[in-house]
């Protein structure tokens, strides 16, 4: 049983808001993982990439883009690109935390943003940007059931990940890779204290200290 307020409780010691003021000048793009609690479990909240898109279309990730000019900060970049695509409004988002950034496969600097929405939101999607919107448990991305993870991919430090998760409404099978699996992950670790059934490729104890170091030889290697 996981309530909402233990679980904020222990994000917030992960915080790594202001621990980076001094990271290269890589175009910057933040992410929104919202979550929520249903009958008592943490679930969060995954788009489909349109296929109209030019870059990663028909992927899934979670709701976010890049960095506008007149974003004032991260978080504001991943709370405005959620309401462009899904219709989230800032006002429904409860901020929690943000994670340490990554860089992804096209030279993004990307800040994970951790936020708390409510179960009964019913999204709005927009069709240029957005193909679906699911929700999936948290704790299936602590499961090997469905799991797959490739070695030795190119630019990837640790192991690829790879989830197939079937909606159980709609029977849609949806394929969930990359950054986007691993940030799953990592929130899952996270916010369940709970050690995966399969290698994650980093210290779940030290998840923190992990990714800076990996940070930082990305960066050093610009």
Known sequence: MHTKEETMAILKQFDTADMFPHLPGLPKASVLIPLFVKNGELHTLMTLRSKQLRTSAGEVCFPGGKRDPSDTDDVYTAL???????????????????????????????????????????????????????????????????????????????????????????????HIWGLTAMLAILVAVLALRKRPEFDVGFNSENASSFFQKILHRRISKL
Do not use: W
């Open 80 to 174: 405005r690109e959620a309401e462009e695509e899904i219709g989230l409004r800032h006002d429904d988002v409860q901020v929690v935390c943000t994670l340490f950034p990554l860089i992804n496969k096209s030279g993004l600097l990307v800040t994970p943003v951790v936020g708390f929405i409510e179960e009964s939101f019913c999204p709005s999607p927009n069709p240029a940007e957005v193909g679906a919107v699911f929700t999936v448990p948290l704790d299936f991305f602590t499961s090997d059931k469905d799991h797959y993870a490739t070695h030795g991919a190119a630019g990837m430090i640790g192991p690829l990940h790879s989830f197939y998760f079937v909606e159980p409404n709609s029977g849609t099978e949806y």
